[in-house]
């Protein structure tokens, strides 16, 4: 099932430029969250968001900035990329609480030159 | 500090055998536990949990296993199949009121 989608799925581009990837969720829920996931250090917790403009910083923020103007939306933007950003950027909702279930989308695959 | 540890970072076993993945936390106040697996190009998936109230959690062929006094937590999949060989991540939650934090993962291969 697609209820929730990650675009793009595989971005390239270069340092300096701004980035921004896209969380879309069809189930309503009312949590959403971003994460890196990078070889040797699993899942990476950057950013998460409770409510419609409700978010907070989580372990690597640095760097990153999110927005959620719509429950279905959740955008991550890179303001300037770095090297140190190329990874694998999963998405994900939860209905219930930080405890609940989280489901994940597919992921984004994000190369910075 | 890493507060929730998988030390393992794979794991080789013959199909129809067990198959244990470990994982050890350091926070006392974590209370929740879950794992979650994942495929190569796929996001992960929720596989089980378990509360701190309980010491075991079995669905299927997955088994949880919780031991508070150490700080431990194990999940036992049998038989393992083909089909197991994925990620599997660790994820520990306080109380609902913080975020998860997830391990760094085990890599499961089952050898047909």
């Known amino acids: 099932d697609a209820g929730i989608t990650q675009s793009p799925r595989h971005k390239v581009t270069e340092t300096g430029t701004p980035v921004t990837l896209r969380c879309h969720q069809t189930?309503?829920?009312?949590?959403m969250y971003w994460y890196r996931q990078d070889p040797g250090h699993g899942l990476r917790l950057i950013h998460y968001?409770?409510?419609?403009?409700?978010?907070d910083k989580g372990e690597v923020s640095d760097g990153y900035s999110v927005s959620r103007s719509k429950t279905e939306d959740f955008l991550l933007t890179l303001e300037s990329a770095t090297s140190s950003q190329t990874s694998v950027y999963f998405c994900?909702?939860?209905?219930?609480?930080?405890?609940?279930?989280?489901?994940f989308g597919p992921g984004t695959r994000l190369t910075v030159l | 500090d890493q507060q929730v540890k998988q030390n393992s970072p794979s794991l080789s076993v013959q199909e129809g055998r067990i198959s244990i993945l470990n994982c050890d936390y350091t926070?006392?106040?974590?209370?929740?536990f879950l794992w979650y697996k994942k495929y190569p190009a796929e996001g992960p998936t929720f596989l089980i949990s378990?509360?701190?109230?309980?010491d075991k959690n079995e669905d299927g062929r997955f088994t949880v296993f919780l031991n508070k006094s150490a700080k431990h937590l194990s999940l036992h999949i049998v038989p393992s199949q083909p089909g197991d060989s994925a990620v599997y991540f660790c994820?520990?939650?306080?109380?609902?009121?913080?975020?998860?934090?997830f391990g760094k993962g085990t890599r499961l291969s089952v050898i047909a």
């Open positions: 994900a909702m939860a209905s219930g609480g930080f405890s609940d279930t989280q489901y």
């Open positions: 189930e309503n829920h009312r949590y």
């Open positions: 968001s409770y409510g419609v403009k409700d978010t």
């Open positions: 926070n006392s106040m974590f209370d929740y």
């Open positions: 378990i509360s701190s109230i309980k």
């Open positions: 994820a520990a939650s306080r109380s609902g009121n913080t975020p998860l934090v």
